[in-house]
Antibody, heavy 121, light 107 residues
């Protein structure tokens, strides 16, 4: 059974870079049947899709973050990562990594437990 | 970009009630529509994919319907463990997007 686990600093200073890693266990990240995605939820708000990466390296990002976000994959470590530049307090949220079916019809069926990131000096 | 609008934003219901949540897409998305349940402190859980397919392990009291722009999630008989926030999400095209959520509370 595939499991995802987010890791990274829980506190980031304003204007710095938020970096998170998602480790995939119980399966290979190299399967072409899936994409790997990041989603966040600010406190008291709904779910926001940040972006996704396919094993080919192809990425999609949400336009509201596009200029600041990079998602990458490291197949040797079975991990994918999120980098968000120039963070502000508005980037404070619970961040989730997920797996989605590459056909688009399967939904996001595996989620990490989520990690809280606070942006504060 | 595709906007997803859910209604209502919250509802109060009793155990055993039939509950219906609606989701509308700003353009036609065929059946590229998924539903998630989210409880505080937990990760969201996929309930329904492709508008009407029940995810493995999800109780049969959950069902989904719709195509095009209008979709529905129905809980046939609300159970205590179903009190949560429910989100629809379109996977028709990037950027993927979620509805604003429907919080189901105990009456």
């Amino acid at each position: 059974q595939v499991q995802l686990q987010e890791s990274g600093p829980g506190l980031v200073k304003p204007s710095q870079t938020l970096s998170l890693t998602c480790t995939v266990s119980g399966g290979s990240i190299s399967s072409g049947a899936y994409y790997w995605s990041w989603i966040r939820q600010p406190a008291g708000k709904g779910l926001e899709w940040i972006g996704r990466i396919y094993i080919s390296g192809y990425t999609n990002y949400n336009p509201f973050l596009k200029s600041r976000v990079t998602i990458s994959v490291d197949t040797s470590k079975n991990q994918f990562s999120l980098k968000l530049n120039s963070v502000t307090a508005a980037d404070t949220a619970v961040y989730y990594c997920t797996r989605g079916g590459s056909s688009g019809l399967e939904g996001m069926d595996v989620w990490g437990q989520g990690t809280t990131v606070t942006v504060s000096s | 970009d595709i906007q997803m609008t859910q209604s209502p934003s919250s509802l109060s219901a009793s155990v055993g009630d039939r509950v219906t949540i609606t989701c509308r897409a700003s353009q036609r998305i065929s059946n590229y529509l998924n539903w998630y349940q989210h409880k505080p402190g937990n990760a969201p859980n996929l309930l329904i994919y492709a508008a009407s397919s029940l995810q493995s392990g999800v109780p049969s009291r959950f069902s989904g319907s719709g195509s095009g722009t209008d979709f529905t999630l129905t809980i046939s008989s609300l159970q205590p463990e179903d009190f949560a926030t429910y989100y629809c999400q379109q996977s028709y095209g990037a950027p993927l997007s979620f509805g604003g959520g429907t919080k189901v509370e105990i009456k």
